[in-house]
């Protein structure tokens, strides 16, 4: 049996992810948990990556994260192009991590990282209710804004988000990484999100 796809609650009009951008800078709530959520819109990554993410992972001056297959969902590494802004944040989470192997380790437990229920858990205080918004949802912000900009490829906008094609046949065949042009996408939707 197929599985049935999950559609998590996701914010997708520009003044209303403009308003949860700016609640998350305005988040007084661990400065740990406050680090992860202002990174996962940039990377658009799903939150169990996010939180389990580990310092050997990220190379800072090639600006990319490396996350490995067995911590992914189709079981294939990821590789994540990091914007400007996403090195800004990694680089604050440094100094907040205590040079453990967690980039967001949990609170008082540098051996953890941050907990399944956190980045939820922080938007609800945030006042976005469970049908408004989720932590998965930064997901299909960046899906539906990067589609609608018209300026990337699909293909592009699949691979940022590490989806397989659909089409067994053409998954075959078609193994471009479309690297170039993630990497300009990243810096693109970053400066989106800025201005957002």
């Known amino acids: 049996i197929a599985p049935q796809p999950v559609h998590r ?13 700016r609640a998350i800078e305005a988040f007084e709530g661990h400065p740990n948990t406050k680090a992860a959520l202002r990174l996962l819109p940039h990377v658009f990554v799903r939150p169990g990556e996010l939180r389990r993410a580990e310092w050997s992972e990220i190379d800072a001056d090639a600006a990319v994260w490396r996350i ?6 189709k079981r294939r590494e990821h590789v994540v192009p990091l914007s400007r802004q996403s ?18 380790p949990a609170l008082g437990k540098p051996g953890k990282c941050l907990s399944e229920n956190t980045a939820n858990a922080a938007l ?3 006042g976005f209710g469970a049908d408004e918004m989720s932590a998965h949802g930064f997901r299909a912000m960046a899906s539906t804004f990067l589609n609608e900009s018209g300026k990337w ?8 988000l590490s989806h397989q094609d659909g089409d067994k046949v053409r998954a075959a065949y078609h193994r471009g990484a479309h690297w170039q042009e ?7 939707w970053s400066d989106f999100l800025t201005r957002l």
């Open 68 to 73: 490995p297959a067995d911590r992914m969902k």
């Open 87 to 104: 090195l800004a944040i990694l680089e604050e989470a440094r100094a907040l991590s205590g040079g453990g192997r967690f980039v967001f």
């Open 124 to 126: 609800r205080r945030m």
């Open 9 to 21: 609650a996701a914010i997708t009009s520009a003044i209303e992810a403009g308003g949860v951008l």
């Open 153 to 160: 490829s699909p293909d592009a906008i699949e691979r940022a």
């Open 182 to 188: 993630r990497v300009a996408m990243a810096q693109w």
